[in-house]
Structure formats: structure tokens, C-alpha cells
């Protein structure tokens, strides 16, 4: 891959209004045309740039502070304003439970 990817990032910490922490990055040489969003726990805060190789855009959102409902109401406010391709839950193995709290919010 010799394209270059920029990430936009909004790191709020947790002392933020439990905002939470994302990045945007676009990919200029893709592997897939695609647009991927990405929730995750903190694992992703670092695995993310390794997936974004693969994607034109990727959206990860950490998932730490968001209460229940949160995720699905984000996924839904973000397909009002572009195409999400492929949704990636990725956690470490400590929160394999939120794989299907997440998956059982839609």
C-alpha cells in the first residue's frame, strides 16, 4: 500500500461530558471502497490505524463511555449522513460481553 492516511481524532478523555473518544481516518489508496465504523473498547484506540488500511474511510469510536442504547443511537445518527459499508466490533478479551450488548442493541 503506498497511500497515505490521515486520521481526524477527538480524544475526550474521561472527564469529558462521557463524550467519547474518536478518530476519522481516510485512506487515499485503499484496499476497499468502503466506509467501515469501528466501536470498540480502548483495544481499538490502537488497532484502528492498522484497520484503516484497508477501508477509504474508517470511523472507530471508543466505546468505554457510552451507556446502553448509546451505540446504537450513534450508528443510527451516523448512516443519516454517510454510508457505513461495514460496522467492526472489536474488544479485548476482558469485554467479550460487549460484542453482544452492542449486538443486541440493534
Do not use: C
Not at 14 to 20: A, D, M
Request: hydrophobic content about 40%.
Amino acid at each position: 500500500m503506498n497511500g497515505k492516511i490521515v486520521r481526524a481524532s477527538r480524544n475526550a478523555g474521561r472527564n469529558s461530558n462521557k463524550r467519547p473518544s474518536t478518530h476519522v481516518y481516510a485512506n487515499t489508496k485503499p484496499v476497499l471502497a468502503e466506509t467501515a465504523l469501528m466501536l470498540s473498547d480502548s483495544f481499538g484506540d490502537w488497532a484502528s490505524f492498522a484497520f484503516a488500511g484497508a477501508f477509504r474511510q474508517l470511523i472507530h469510536v471508543n466505546t468505554n463511555d457510552l451507556r446502553r442504547r448509546q451505540a446504537s443511537r450513534l450508528l443510527d445518527r451516523l448512516t443519516e449522513f454517510d454510508r457505513i459499508d461495514r460496522v467492526i466490533l472489536l474488544v479485548q478479551e476482558g469485554n467479550t460481553e460487549r460484542i453482544t450488548t452492542l449486538a443486541d442493541e440493534r
